[in-house]
């Protein structure tokens, strides 16, 4: 599954990891305030437009009647599943005691979840991290709340709050939350390989694997983690010429997705994480100096693709 990635997992994105192999894919966090509404960043986010279900939306907020009234309007646009946000340690959104800042108050966490519950007819599921800090680790209290109201899985990102993305994912709770609770449980957090996919779940029992960082210019790792559960089989890396046709295709998609002006700047990050499994990484400052949308994709189809011919 790939994990819902702000300023990523745009629609291109996530259609582009559902093609090559992911089994479900989440949308960035929208805000629960739904004054942003008319706002690019979130109409942009709020296009499901052509992508193959189930379409599973993430909220974010700390307000129970806030999140249930953006639940409701999500659903009415199109989300088949609503998603809650309880992991993210950023301060933005920290600071108002959203994600993983709620994490310290079960009370809240269970009103939060409990009221977004009974406001939709869709499955609601949380994705969350094992607490606030070291001495805090409190995900057995919280799974128990979430399985209690009716929360249908549970994503699991094995970091503290305080951790943000520090140290090591570690996966030991994550093992007891999967025997504490009946709900299918996903264990997220620096799973970047089929054989660690394949190490995660037996360590921790869990239902599935969450795939964030590790798919950026690696759609392919869905396929690949899949095959070697499967069938025990390592599958090839894609090779250069494979990975430029995606990435020339997935730039194109990027520009009719989000108009050219802002298109050609959401594709320069991918252009980096794509290239960097190249042997043409080099040419990576060239390209992201481009300042157009049809130079950057002339430049890939003519440079790049032809070099690797
Ligand atoms: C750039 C970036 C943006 C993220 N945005 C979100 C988000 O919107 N919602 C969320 O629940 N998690 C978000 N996360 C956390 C990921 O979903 C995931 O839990 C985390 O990256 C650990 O998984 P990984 O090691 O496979 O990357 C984000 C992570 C990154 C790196």
Redesign the pocket.
Known sequence: ML???????DRPFRQLCKQLGASYA?S??LSCDLSLLKTAKTQYRMNHQGEPGPIAV?I?GSDPEQLAAAAIMNVENGAQII?I????P?KKVAKKQC?SALLAYPDLVKKILSTVVEAVDVPVTL?T?LGVDDANKNILTIAQIAEQVGIKAL?I?G?TKKQK?QGE?SYGLIAQVKQSINLPVIA?????SPQKALEVLERTGSDGV??????QGNPWIFKQIKTFIEKGQLIQPPNDQEILTVMSKHIANLHDFYGPDRGYRMARKHIKWFLANTDLSHMVRQLIQINNAEEQLKFINLHLIKQVA
């Open positions: 994990a819902p990635m702000a300023g990523i997992t989440v960035e966090m993430q974010a998603d946000n309880m992991g993210c950023q994600g994705k991290r994503f990102h970091r993305y994912a997220n957090g620096d799973i970047d969450m795939i964030g960082r590790a798919a």
